[in-house]
């Protein structure tokens, strides 16, 4: 598509149960992160993937949020046993993180709004 | 760890002023700085990208400035519109370059 899309665009939850967000980055994009952003806070990094290797977790909250990327392309971040401080907007990026590249814009989907009642 | 802090946290202003947002960043070993917009309910639009050699960037009404030295950088919004209110955000990569840390942005607030 010409953009990085996100679905769904709003969640609506009951604590305790899981949820799966799903991010479509720009076709050719090696480069995926995800990003949190809560009301009155700043964004926060989450997670990021560059092509085949090993995704850098090391902005996950807890061992409750986990992320996949399938093929180089789409990405899911799961969320299990939610909780009313996981409710905030959920942003995906990509970029072409071009081989020794350093100086390139990121692209940002719509987020998805989660809210944990 | 590296910091980053922007001034003011919001701004309301008549249409056609000239204005100056401003971001200052703790760590000055950066490669760049990214200018973003966001509007209500959407994600995050990159408006422009500093290089760290470079001092400056331009684009249409808009012009950002990067002082590395000082740890500092301005987003300069020209004849103002009201089509420019949105929170503007500046975010600088780690060293490894895959995470930008990001301001807490400035909400503008362009009037007619």
């Known amino acids: 598509g010409a953009g990085v899309s996100q679905s769904p665009s709003n969640k609506v939850t009951e604590k305790g149960k899981d949820v799966e967000l799903r991010c479509d980055p720009i076709s050719g994009h090696t480069a995926l992160y995800w990003y949190r952003q809560s009301l009155g806070q700043g964004l926060e990094f989450l997670i990021y993937f560059q092509g085949n290797s090993a995704p850098d977790k090391s902005g996950l909250p807890s061992d409750r949020f986990s992320a996949e990327r399938t093929g180089g392309s789409v990405s899911t971040l799961t969320i299990q046993r939610t909780q009313q401080e996981d409710s905030a907007v959920y942003l995906c990026a990509s970029s072409p993180r071009r081989q020794g590249a350093t100086n390139e814009k990121l692209f940002f989907g719509s987020g998805t709004q989660l809210s944990v009642l | 760890k590296q910091e980053v802090t922007q001034i003011p946290a919001a701004l309301s202003v008549p249409e056609g002023e000239n204005l100056v947002l401003n971001c200052s960043f703790t760590d000055s070993a950066i490669y760049n700085l990214q200018w973003f917009r966001q509007d209500p309910g959407k994600g995050l639009t990159s408006l422009l990208l500093?290089?760290?050699?470079?001092r400056e960037q331009t684009s249409g009404r808009l012009n950002a400035s990067l002082d590395k030295s000082s740890g500092r950088s301005t987003l300069y919004i020209a004849a103002s519109q009201p089509g420019d209110s949105a929170t503007y955000l500046c975010a600088v990569p780690n060293n490894a370059g895959n995470m930008l840390t990001f301001g807490g942005g400035t909400r503008l607030m362009v009037k007619p």
């Open positions: 500093i290089q760290s050699s470079q």
